[in-house]
């Protein structure tokens, strides 16, 4: 596989996951690009939900703020979108392992 082949796969994947991570928030295309466009331009026009549409099908990836804020909408982790492997894939997940993690961390002693 040549390096073209494997970006297009890779926009694929992460459009594959974008996708599932906004049908688990239980959001449109359509809310989507309002809440988008809620957050990133207010005072501009309105983000199409095709755009949310080129971003699942893999046309194109979203730049960071793009990704990142639509991570917020849909309650996941752009590390999780990416396709990083140990990432929580939701905000709750990631509460649970922080809380894990603090389970396991040294107690402090007052001398």
Do not use: H
Request: net charge negative.
């Amino acid at each position: 596989m040549n390096t073209d082949d494997k970006l297009e796969q890779y926009k694929r994947d992460v459009g594959q996951r974008l996708q599932a991570a906004r049908i688990a928030a239980g959001e449109t295309q359509a809310t989507a690009a309002a809440k988008l466009s809620e957050r990133l331009q207010p005072e501009q026009e309105p983000i199409p939900p095709s755009r949310i549409g080129n971003y699942e099908q893999g046309l194109r990836l979203p730049d960071p703020l793009v990704m990142q804020t639509l991570c917020e909408i849909y309650g996941t982790w752009p590390s999780a979108i990416y396709g990083f492997a140990e990432a929580p894939t939701t905000t709750e997940e990631a509460v649970l392992i922080q809380k894990y993690r603090q389970t396991d961390a040294p107690l402090s002693r007052k001398a």
